[in-house]
């Protein structure tokens, strides 16, 4: 299909944009590294991350192919940027199924339209999905837990994304375990470096990211470099070691970033856990952090 698209671009000079979804970007919001191509770049499949838009077809007659790469749901919406003339069938909004591969929308250009620009975005999740109130298993195995940063913290978990999360302060290397079963939906696992640049560090976090049977999803991140012991697609119990802690991303101390989220249509928000241990269930002070945790989010 990609070589059908560089012949006919010599006919038709067509622009794939790839944007992030509304609200964020990187490990948070999940989508990866953006690719883009110029205006007069060959037509070339574009990514959002965790999908892929191809356009197949030539002249005045295209449709839209989105590859979800991720085995488990994805919502995406294809549109046109801001200016372009308007075609009949976008925006287009749908959720694709783990691994689908799918004609989301047949184009018809007017004869006066000499070229299209298609932008996609996309978030992991079906946000028909309500998240069950279950109980999670601490994501380590620790006699006792030390948190850095609790729900609502000051210094990162302000955002809808994150305003649940977690931050308990670990040695780097220590064991991470699911806290609860599911399937392995995303992993990035590569980054060494961590800092305090929004702009440099916030998508160098190693992260595990896994689906549940009630379509939420658990995010594991500050991974060690090369931490992560799962792969997309494989199915993990809970207690089962998927990682190991580290100190990667938007961070300045060993510490693991856990969160559940739940696709709220096309953004993702955070949903407050129990965590029951043993020696019972952790109740956290959802307050601003403290000054001397700010250093950890």
Do not use: C
Not at 109 to 118: A, F, K, M
Not at 119 to 131: E, F, I, K, N
Not at 255 to 282: C, D, K, W, Y
């Amino acid at each position: 299909m990609r070589r059908t698209l560089l012949l006919t671009a010599l006919l038709v000079p067509l622009a794939l944009q790839a944007a992030t979804a509304p609200g964020g970007a990187g490990w948070r919001a999940g989508w990866g590294l953006v690719g883009t191509h110029p205006a007069d770049a060959p037509a070339a499949p574009v990514s959002a991350g965790i999908a892929t838009v191809r356009l197949e077809g030539g002249g005045n007659r295209w449709q839209a192919r989105v590859d979800n790469h991720l085995p488990g749901p994805v919502q995406v919406v294809l549109r046109q940027p801001a200016g372009a003339t308007a075609l009949p069938g976008l925006p287009l909004q749908t959720v694709l199924a783990g691994s689908a591969s799918v004609v989301v929308s047949r184009l018809q250009l007017p004869g006066d339209v000499p070229r299209l620009d298609v932008l996609l975005d996309a978030v992991p999740g079906d946000p028909s999905a309500t998240p069950q109130d279950v109980a999670y298993a601490l994501p380590f195995d620790a006699r006792g837990v030390q948190v850095s940063q609790a729900p609502q913290g000051r210094f990162s978990h302000t955002d809808a994304e994150n305003r649940n999360a977690i931050d308990f302060a670990l040695p780097e290397g220590t064991p991470v375990l699911a806290a609860r079963a599911g399937r392995v939906m995303q992993v990035q696992g590569t980054f060494v470096a961590h800092g305090l640049d929004p702009q440099r560090d916030r998508d160098r976090a190693n992260f595990i990211r896994i689906l549940h049977q009630d379509g939420s999803m658990a995010v594991y991140a500050h991974l060690q470099a090369n931490g992560v012991l799962v792969r997309s697609g494989q199915r993990v119990d809970a207690g089962q070691r998927i990682g190991l802690s580290g100190n990667t991303g938007y961070s300045t101390a060993p510490h693991l970033h856990f969160v559940v989220q739940a696709n709220s249509g096309m953004h993702l928000r955070s949903v407050p856990v129990r965590i029951v241990t043993p020696q019972g269930e952790l109740h956290f002070a959802r307050e601003a952090a403290a000054s001397g945790d700010a250093g950890q989010p």
